[in-house]
């Protein structure tokens, strides 16, 4: 009970005193990706303009992205090469040129975006806001589901308009991916082609920005990974924990770019829901005891099979919840650390409070064979050992973890 108070008191929710006790006794921590060691939503890391292939002024490129967040970038698959490529690549010396700076395609993107519940919709405004950039209503607003958006922003002073022939008062935009464009009937320069595939290889998610029918720049977004991870793995092996391992259904880069981040001991990529529950399985088989820790749907078979099941408290929380034994209530991974510290913790003091009792139980039985104690005094003290035990126990509940 001390125990599950405390860790209550620490954000952390644990359904039994059966998985105080298991905490104290896994020897594997097992962790998901996304939204996992990742944040699980996508944010915007740069903006290409054509013929450039460094990332955007004011953009700081995050690592270990996940190209699963979403559906208006390019499916790995259009990009490899099994799906032709259905727009006409331009001539090869055909030249691109953009009148507009990287925030002002930002702004434009957003002001269309920000009338899409789309999550990747939600991350491009978001990315404006923060940059401080002034969203404009939009008219003429149409969404084709799962390939992209497009509307008509007006100008504002703060857009950059140098090399425009001609100004008018709004500008035509669209958002999003390859089939988007050709659907539009506007040709992709190959340069941005070719810097979209790179980027798709690498996990990232790119959506096309298109001005007046012309492309006006790639718009890359990451899944990006928790800053804390890095501290992860060390201070579990810290807490005792021997082997440390991550299961995602990611590409095989994807997952050892997060896995060197987090310094697991164990990459496994391109793992389904069966998978991880196999694996779990196979780790139990071997005699050790897996803390597995996830976020969605996806991760309650392997939840409720493992040693101790534990819910990040973020998207997807209701199913992984109601499959873990234990909930932690913050979306900060290190809290991992402190439930299996806690669970050390409670089960050396119940250990201590069992050969206490038992000990002092067992010496006076002995006084009272040989007629040392009476009866009546033999059960007061009883009692009064008892007490020892409790008063230990609530030593649990006073430590900082």
């Not at 700081?60 to 690549?89: K, Y």
């Not at 002073?157 to 100004?167: G, I, K, N």
């Not at 990232?204 to 990974?225: K, N, T």
């Amino acid at each position: 009970m001390s125990g599950i108070d405390l860790a209550a008191h620490n954000g952390i929710i644990a359904k039994s005193g059966a998985a105080i006790e298991q905490l104290g006794e896994v020897d594997i921590a097992v962790f998901d990706k996304t939204g996992t060691l990742t944040l699980g939503i996508p944010k915007v890391t740069a903006i290409i303009l054509p013929q450039q292939e460094n990332v955007g002024a004011g953009f700081t490129p995050a690592r270990a992205p996940d190209p699963g967040v979403g559906g208006r970038s390019d499916p790995p698959e259009a990009i490899s090469g099994t799906r032709p490529e259905t727009t006409n690549p331009p001539a090869l010396n055909e030249t691109y040129t953009t009148a507009y700076d990287k925030n002002t395609l930002l702004r434009f993107a957003a002001s269309v975006e920000q009338l899409s519940t789309h999550i990747l919709a939600r991350a491009v405004v978001d990315a404006a806001l923060e940059r401080d950039l002034t969203l404009s209503p939009v008219t003429d607003f149409d969404e084709t589901f799962g390939k992209g958006v497009q509307g008509r922003v007006p100008i504002i002073p703060e857009d950059d308009q140098l090399e425009r022939q001609s100004v008018n008062d709004v500008v035509e935009v669209a958002v999003g991916n390859h089939s988007f464009m050709h659907h539009l009937e506007i040709t992709v320069p190959l340069a941005l082609l070719s810097e979209r595939k790179r980027r798709v290889d690498a996990g990232q998610i790119c959506s096309f920005i298109a001005v007046d029918h012309q492309i006006a720049g790639l718009l890359v977004l990451e899944d990006v990974p928790r800053p804390e991870i890095a501290r992860l793995s060390s201070d579990l092996k810290s807490a005792g924990i021997k082997e440390t391992i991550l299961l995602t259904g990611d590409s095989d880069v994807v997952a050892h770019q997060i896995g060197e981040l987090a310094q697991v001991d164990r990459t496994i990529a391109r793992c389904l829901p069966d998978d991880k529950l196999r694996i779990i399985q196979e780790l139990e088989a071997q005699r050790h005891r897996v803390l597995m820790v996830g976020d969605g749907i996806n991760d309650a078979p392997a939840l409720a099979t493992a040693t101790v099941g534990m819910a990040l408290g973020s998207q997807g929380l209701t199913a992984a919840a109601t499959a873990a034994d234990t909930v932690l209530l913050s979306t900060d991974i290190l809290r991992v650390v402190k439930a299996i510290r806690l669970g050390r913790w409670v089960m050396h003091v119940a250990l201590q409070g069992i050969w206490v009792g038992m000990g002092l139980s067992g010496i006076a039985m002995l006084f009272a064979a040989f007629g040392f104690i009476t009866p009546a005094a033999g059960a007061i003290l009883q009692e009064g050992i008892d007490v020892i035990v409790i008063l230990n126990a609530l030593r649990v509940s006073r430590i900082r973890l």
